[in-house]
């Protein structure tokens, strides 16, 4: 079955280390999103790319690196810089910019020990 | 920068009646959508509404969309324990929609047996 597959499903980051999160799709979508969510909040938009090697920034980019290099995969490394990067990550993807709705990963939980 | 605004914010409801939750917009839109997530989950996409549309069914959902007031309505009818779960309005972003969606708070919907 096609789908979004983000890893790993929680992660444990030290202060001062970078660390990538995972997100493939085998739906064929061209356009992927990034987003970040805090407790009781709504979605918070960090990078997103409509093609293979180019990507955008969105509204909370700060401390945030993306890359694509395959349109399957489009990792999220949050570094050392994003100072408070406790929260839950999702990766979507969609076959359309305007028309189609997006389809979304499970998640990813990072916490900073 | 947040786009959309549910209301309310919690909804309570008994197993078998309707629910029905608001979203309020700021500027123009190609089409809003309304998204589901259940808790420590990611989002699953229930149906997309064009500007130039002002109501849509699918199933037990109801949309409603009012440009004029910058409004739309998300009805559940019959809700079903299963139904307990946060929802979200999500609009485009630009008149091209090539930016990602913006998300709003939610409404957290729980249906009581």
């Known amino acids: 079955d096609g789908g979004i597959t983000q890893s790993p499903k929680y992660l444990f980051r030290k202060e001062g280390q970078n660390v990538t999160l995972s997100c493939e799709q085998n739906?064929?979508?061209?356009?992927m999103y990034w987003y970040r969510q805090d407790p009781g909040q709504g979605l918070r938009l960090i990078y997103y790319?409509?093609?293979?090697?180019?990507?955008q920034k969105g509204d909370i980019a700060e401390g945030y690196s993306v890359s694509r290099e395959k349109k399957e995969s489009f990792p999220l490394t949050v570094t050392s810089a994003q100072k408070n990067p406790t929260a839950f990550y999702l990766c979507?993807?969609?076959?359309?910019?305007?028309?189609?709705?997006?389809?979304f990963g499970s998640g990813t939980r990072l916490t900073v020990v | 920068s947040q786009q959309g605004e549910e209301d309310p914010q919690a909804l309570s409801i008994q197993e078998g009646e309707n629910a029905t939750m608001n979203c309020s917009y700021k500027t123009s839109i190609n089409n809003l959508q309304w998204y589901r997530q259940n808790s420590g989950r990611g989002l699953v996409h229930l149906i997309l509404?064009?500007?130039?549309?002002r109501e849509k069914h699918s199933g037990r959902l109801r949309v409603t969309l009012d440009t004029s007031k910058k409004s739309s309505s998300l009805l559940i009818t019959a809700s079903r324990a299963a139904d307990t779960a946060s929802y979200f309005c999500?609009?485009?972003?630009?008149?091209?929609?090539?930016?990602?969606?913006?998300f709003g708070k939610g409404t957290h919907l729980i249906i009581q047996p």
């Open positions: 790319s409509q093609i293979v090697n180019d990507f």
């Open positions: 509404i064009r500007s130039n549309e």
């Open positions: 999500a609009t485009d972003r630009s008149g091209g929609g090539a930016d990602g969606l913006t």
């Open positions: 739906l064929n979508h061209d356009a």
């Open positions: 979507a993807s969609s076959r359309d910019r305007v028309w189609y709705g997006y389809t």
